[in-house]
């Protein structure tokens, strides 16, 4: 049987990361996943993910998207290629509203660089957004966006640079506690490992089995529509990333035009899924919903609908990561860092996931997204075998 410091399973946005950081530290490592990484059939694909410092969410992610931000730096430096397009951010809706209160509440307790823009200001700093007149944006010169698929494919060359074994279309089937490390076991192989980082993404429950945290996968389709004129108006250049609140408790958000039209989608108003057995068919209805928002906000885009992809969340009940050891293994090491926000931290997430694995202390405070705050909802572990059955 082959042993390896760590077994990382799924090298999608996290494990990828963790892959990388791992390696680069001189872990004997190895890397499993269901596919071939970067795919289109997780939580990491579609050209773009936002990346911004004001977190509505909670000021608690402005020290990790801060450390986050160093790293990606440090991984363009070494891929030496651009990974982050820096567009600056707007986060638009009513004043007293979710994303606008929440960004300034954290742009405010950690003095970020901000405005505060009414709607005709917004406007005029952004010709091709138009937003109502109830409306105020928080304008952060740092967003941008990232993109997944080549942070993805830049973690796993360097991991497997620094001699990291990456397994791709080989899932992992059950592991086993075995003294104070794992065997793991996989249709081709059996390994041993002193530590075990679980990054399945969606598929999470399914390791976990009985000692999941109660994770919700949701189905999210992301959409590109062609800009109606040649305008320039929705160039990276001119056009910024934004969320906006357009209702209560209803949040879209865009991208600029590189090439492929103006990437759009809305935020956790999908439907309740199955990894395994996704929808991944687009309805009419969705695109109409949509061609309705970019009428009213972006109504230069709304051109012709060029393409949708259906992509996963997997979310905790309070949207708050989960990055933690195993309630009853601590050799094993568990990240669903999502509920629809996760990619921007995965560089940080991956130098924490490191840390924990190579028994050293992570910097940031992981007491948010323990697992024991879902005490209720999570099962007592009872045995040492996980299997999935369709592996
Ligand atoms: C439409 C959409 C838009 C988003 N927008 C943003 C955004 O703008 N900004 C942001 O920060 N975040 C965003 N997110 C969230 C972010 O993309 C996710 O948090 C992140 O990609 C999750 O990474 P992951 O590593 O957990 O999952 P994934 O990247 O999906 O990786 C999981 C991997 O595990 C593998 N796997 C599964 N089962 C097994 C097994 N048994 N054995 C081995 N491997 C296995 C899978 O094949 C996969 O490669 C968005 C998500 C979606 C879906």
Known sequence: MTSFDVVVAGLGAMGSAAAFELARRGASVLGLDRFAPP????????????????????????????????????????????LLVPTGGLMLGPPDGVVVAGALRSAREHGLPHELLDAREVHHRVPGLRVT???????????????????????????ADHGAELRV????????????????????????????????????????????????????????????????????SRFPIFLCE??????WYGFPDVGDGVKVALHHQGEPADADTLRRTVAPAEIAYVHALLRTFLPDADGAH?????????????????????????????????????????????????????????????????ISRFAHGVVAHEGTRHRRSDA
């Open 39 to 82: 795919h289109a059939s997780g939580s990491s694909h579609g050209r773009a993910r936002i990346i911004r410092e004001a977190y509505f969410e909670d000021p608690l992610y402005v020290p990790l998207v801060r450390r986050a931000y160093e790293r990606w730096a440090e991984l363009e430096r070494l891929a030496g290629r651009t």
């Open 133 to 159: 007149s109830d409306m105020v944006g928080v304008w952060e010169p740092r967003a941008g966006f990232l993109v997944p698929e080549a942070v993805i494919a830049a973690h796993l060359a360097l991991a």
């Open 169 to 236: 279309e080989e899932p992992v089937r059950t592991w086993d506690a075995a003294g104070d490390g794992v065997v793991v076991t996989t249709a081709r192989g059996t390994y041993r490992a002193r530590r075990l980082v679980l990054a399945a993404g969606a598929w999470m429950s399914s390791l976990l089995g009985a000692a999941s945290p109660p994770l919700v996968v949701e189905r999210m389709v992301q959409h590109w529509f062609r800009p109606a004129r040649d305008t320039g108006l929705y160039a990276p």
């Open 246 to 251: 357009y209702a209560p408790g209803r949040t």
């Open 306 to 370: 060029a393409e949708s992809a259906v992509c996963m969340y997997t979310n905790t009940p309070d949207e708050h990561f989960v990055v933690d050891r195993h309630p009853a293994w601590p050799q094993v090491i568990v990240a669903s860092a999502c509920s629809g926000h996760g990619f921007k931290f995965s560089s940080a997430i991956g130098e924490i996931l490191a840390d924990m694995a190579l028994g050293e202390r992570p910097t940031f405070d992981l007491a948010p997204f323990r």
